[in-house]
């Protein structure tokens, strides 16, 4: 499968399609299963309180998995990521509801370079703090 978007389409400042995505704690669950990370300041209130968190919080490559599929959902590829990387800014706080939280993502194109390469830096946010910082993906582009 190739990116369905062209590079010569593409111009810096394009701005990718946002997205909201919700963090439950069923979601972390299913997550600590998957990745196998059963820290347990991602399940356990207590103890997460113990360690001198909020709350229960989300994985940090929860969230940044999550955060890349803008990305990845706007190049219609996930093989067109060639190299993505995130700095962990704040924790992603999940509370004991059926509700959770969310994730709040928007990206836009940065840089063209070479080989039909772009830089998106991302934006990554949930309650109005800024939770990824230095979010950024190289991706080929058709």
């Given amino acids: 499968m190739a990116a369905r978007i062209a590079f010569d389409d593409v111009e810096v400042g394009t701005e990718l399609p946002a997205q909201t995505f919700p963090v439950t704690r069923a979601a972390l669950v299913r997550y600590a299963g998957a990745s196998g990370d059963f820290n347990p300041i991602h399940w356990n209130e207590r103890f997460a309180r113990q360690v001198g968190l909020p709350d229960v919080i989300a994985h940090g490559m929860f969230t940044m998995a999550e955060a890349v599929r803008v990305v990845t959902d706007w190049t219609g590829d996930p093989g067109a990521v060639v190299e993505y990387g995130v700095r962990f800014t704040k924790p992603?706080?999940?509370?004991?509801?059926?509700?959770?939280?969310?994730v709040e993502v928007s990206a836009k194109v940065a840089a063209k370079l070479e080989d039909r390469l772009v830089r998106v830096d991302l934006l990554a946010t949930c309650g109005g703090q800024k939770v990824l910082g230095m979010s950024r993906a190289v991706v080929r582009l058709a």
């Fill in 92 to 102: 992603v706080v999940v509370p004991d509801d059926d509700a959770g939280t969310a």
